[in-house]
T-cell receptor, first 112, second 116 residues
Framework: RKEVEQDPGPFNVPEGATVAFNCTYS??????FFWYRQDCRKEPKLLMSVYSSGNEDGRFTAQLNRASQYISLLIRDSKLSDSATYLC?????????????FGGGTRVLVKP | NAGVTQTPKFRVLKTGQSMTLLCAQD?????MYWYRQDPGMGLRLIHYSVGEGTTAKGEVPDGYNVSRLKKQNFLLGLESAAPSQTSVYFCASSPYPPGTAFSEQYFGPGTRLTVT
């Protein structure tokens, strides 16, 4: 089993709709969680950190479920510009080798 | 403020050739990383550095070497390129170690390497 798993998609989303997807992780000692966004043929960029209590940034909401070992990202009122691949990142406590573990990414396509 | 830059952007090598990828950051970050990204595999850590003069192996270090002689630069070397090293290589830097709440990594634009 991979340490961090994501549904690769694509999630085809009508403009203005809501889309949500999860990322599961296998290491229960995981400490820090992030969502990165990666546009086609570009570098990943931090979208948001994921806090234990859940957090919101505009149209984006991130949740953490430690009991079931997954994080989620919800995008409301999807825009065409939200089309991208979303990478989840998980870091264990006292990360071995300073390693962040990236999921394979979930591709989202927002269509008019 | 250029952030993280990578040189070159594209390169085609023949099997057995060598090359060096350069990563430079102007944010005074201590932590620097080299990743490779392959379809369906996500980003995998090759080598990393926790400060000037230090380097360590990541998840997939075989076939690569690195050096960090200056804080702002992190070099990735391929001594004898193989087709399995065809990939997109990303460099990243961070002001804080992983496992902390603010350990955002800043990525360079990537180098697309093809080994024939």
């Amino acid at each position: 089993r991979k340490e961090v798993e994501q549904d690769p998609g694509p999630f085809n989303v009508p403009e203005g709709a809501t889309v949500a997807f999860n990322c599961t992780y296998s290491n229960s000692a995981s400490q820090s969680f992030f969502w990165y966004r990666q546009d086609c043929r570009k570098e990943p960029k931090l979208l948001m950190s994921v806090y234990s209590s859940g957090n919101e940034d505009g149209r984006f909401t991130a949740q953490l479920n430690r009991a079931s070992q997954y994080i989620s990202l919800l995008i409301r009122d999807s825009k065409l510009s939200d089309s991208a691949t979303y990478l989840c990142v998980v870091t264990p406590i006292k990360a071995a080798g300073n390693k962040l573990t990236f999921g394979g990414g979930t591709r989202v396509l927002v269509k008019p | 403020n250029a952030g993280v830059t990578q040189t070159p952007k594209f390169r085609v090598l023949k099997t057995g050739q060598s090359m060096t990828l350069l990563c430079a950051q102007d944010m005074n970050h201590e932590y620097m990383y080299w990743y490779r990204q392959d379809p369906g595999m996500g980003l995998r850590l090759i080598h990393y550095s926790v400060g000037e003069g230090t380097t360590a192996k990541g998840e997939v270090p075989d076939g690569y070497n690195v050096s960090r002689l200056k804080k702002q630069n992190f070099l990735l070397g391929l001594e004898s390129a193989a087709p399995s090293q065809t990939s997109v290589y990303f460099c990243a830097s961070s002001p804080y170690p992983p496992g902390t709440a603010f350990s955002e990594q800043y990525f360079g634009p990537g180098t697309r390497l093809t080994v024939t």
